[in-house]
């Protein structure tokens, strides 16, 4: 469990698709990233087979996260993270 999900930034900074816990804060930052309930089981199966069978939506995803993390600095990130753990 990461709250922030500086493993997913780091994903989608290098084109991979990710999908997202709707839970999770990082949500907020990769818009275009599909997000799931985290007590549905079947939603999440159904996202990664999607992803699994379609190699177009995939790569699409990809691309979309990564224009979407190349905004994001990791300066601004550990900035951010430094705030929230001291505020």
Avoid: Q
């Avoid at 159904?46 to 939506?57: G, M, N, P, T």
């Amino acid at each position: 469990y990461e709250p922030f999900g500086l493993v997913v930034l780091e994903a989608a900074s290098f084109g991979k698709a990710v999908v997202l816990s709707k839970n999770a804060g990082v949500s907020e930052v990769l818009t275009s990233a599909p997000t799931f309930d985290p007590n549905s089981i079947d939603e999440l199966v159904s996202i990664l087979e999607e992803l699994a069978l379609l190699k177009d939506r995939r790569e699409d995803l990809g691309a979309r996260v990564r224009e979407e993390a190349s905004r994001r600095r990791w300066s601004d990130v550990a900035r951010e993270l430094l705030e929230l753990a001291f505020s």
